[in-house]
């Protein structure tokens, strides 16, 4: 703080200015976090960034976050795998390779978690149902 007064004379006061909130970034499944923040006594009102780690597709996460941080202002998901620029089909020849091959590399390459036989079961009994209706 500066007092000037009419003498030209100048008194500093060092002041120490706290915010009204904080700024955050949290990381890790959304319902992690929501489950953290309903435990907190402090830092519900502080603004957020969210970094969500969850696989797959969420339905409405900044509505479930900011039921309990009601200042979350930003979430962004992280990226498992880097996505290479080279990767297209047509490098990869991709004529000359079946269903379950294109669709096991798109998996691993754009997925989550890790390609397993139970998934690839899945996967061929969706192919299979899919060429049948097709052929009606």
């Known amino acids: 703080m ?5 003498k030209d004379a100048i008194n500093i006061d060092f002041k120490c200015l706290k915010p009204v909130r904080d ?3 949290i990381k890790g499944n959304i319902e992690d ?3 953290e923040a309903r435990e907190l006594e402090e830092g519900k ?3 957020i960034q969210a970094i969500l780690t969850d696989d797959g597709e969420l339905i409405n996460p900044m509505e479930k976050l900011r039921a309990v941080y009601p200042n979350t202002m930003l979430i962004t998901r992280e990226r498992k795998r880097e996505i290479s620029e080279d990767k ?5 020849e991709y004529k000359r390779k ?15 978690g890790d390609y397993t036989e139970e998934k690839e079961v899945v996967l061929m009994n969706t192919i299979n149902e899919v060429l049948k209706s097709e052929v009606k």
Do not use: H, M, P
């Open 2 to 6: 500066l007092d000037i007064n009419n």
């Open 23 to 25: 700024l955050r970034v």
């Open 33 to 35: 976090l929501i489950e």
């Open 45 to 47: 009102e502080d603004y």
């Open 88 to 92: 297209t089909s047509a490098k990869d």
């Open 98 to 112: 079946s269903k379950l091959e294109l669709f096991k590399e798109f998996y691993e390459d754009l997925g989550s």
